[in-house]
C-alpha cells in the first residue's frame, strides 16, 4: 500500500506541476493574443493550437487530480441510504467503473494517436497524437489512484 501511495505521490505532484504550467502559458498566450490582436492589428494564427492542448491537458490532468482527492462526482445523497456493507460495494462499484472507463479512454486514445502519428497539426506542426497522448496519461493517472483508493478502503477492513 505505502508503495502505490508513494508513487501516486510523485504522479499527483508531476500532474500539478505540469497542468499548473500550463495554465500560466495558456493564460500568457491568451493575453499576447489579444494584445497583439487588439493593439497591433496582428493576431498570431498559432496561439488556438497551442492553447487547444493546454487547455486538453489541464482539463484531462485536472480530472485526474480530483479522483486522487476523492473529489469526482458521486451520488453521495442515494449511497448514504445504503448499509455501511452497501456503501462499501458501491464506493468499490464505482472505482471498478472508473478503472474500467480509464482503461476504454487510454485504449481508445492509443488507438487514435497511432492512426494520426504521422500528420502534423497544422500551423505548428506538431504530430496530431499529441492530442491523443495528453488523455492516455490521464486516464494511466486515473487508474492508479482509483487502485490507490481500492487498496486503502480494503486495508482499512483487515486492521
Given at each position: 500500500?505505502s508503495f502505490?501511495k ?11 506541476f505540469?497542468?499548473?504550467g ?22 498570431p494564427?498559432y496561439?488556438?493550437?497551442i492553447?487547444l492542448l ?7 490532468f485536472?480530472?485526474?487530480?480530483k479522483?486522487?482527492d ?5 451520488l ?10 452497501g456503501r ?10 472508473m478503472i ?6 487510454v ?13 502534423p ?9 499529441t492530442?491523443?497522448y495528453l ?11 482509483s ?7 480494503f486495508a482499512?477492513?483487515?486492521?
Open positions: 500500500m502505490m508513494r508513487l501516486n505521490d510523485w504522479v499527483a505532484r508531476g500532474l500539478t505540469l497542468s499548473s500550463c495554465l500560466v502559458v495558456l493564460c500568457a498566450l491568451v493575453l499576447y493574443s489579444v494584445v497583439m490582436r487588439y493593439v497591433f492589428d496582428d493576431a494564427d496561439v488556438e493550437p492553447a493546454l487547455v486538453i491537458a489541464i482539463a484531462f485536472g480530472a485526474a487530480l479522483v486522487r476523492g473529489g469526482h462526482i458521486g453521495d445523497s442515494l449511497i448514504n441510504k445504503f448499509p455501511p456493507s462499501k460495494a458501491a464506493v468499490v462499484f464505482q472505482y471498478l467503473c474500467a472507463f480509464s482503461i476504454a479512454i485504449a481508445g486514445c492509443h488507438e487514435m494517436a497511432f492512426t494520426t502519428s504521422d500528420d497539426i497544422p500551423i505548428i506542426g506538431v504530430p496530431e497524437a492530442r491523443y488523455p492516455m496519461i490521464a486516464g494511466v493517472s486515473i487508474v492508479l489512484f487502485l490507490e483508493h481500492l487498496l486503502k478502503l482499512r477492513k483487515r486492521t
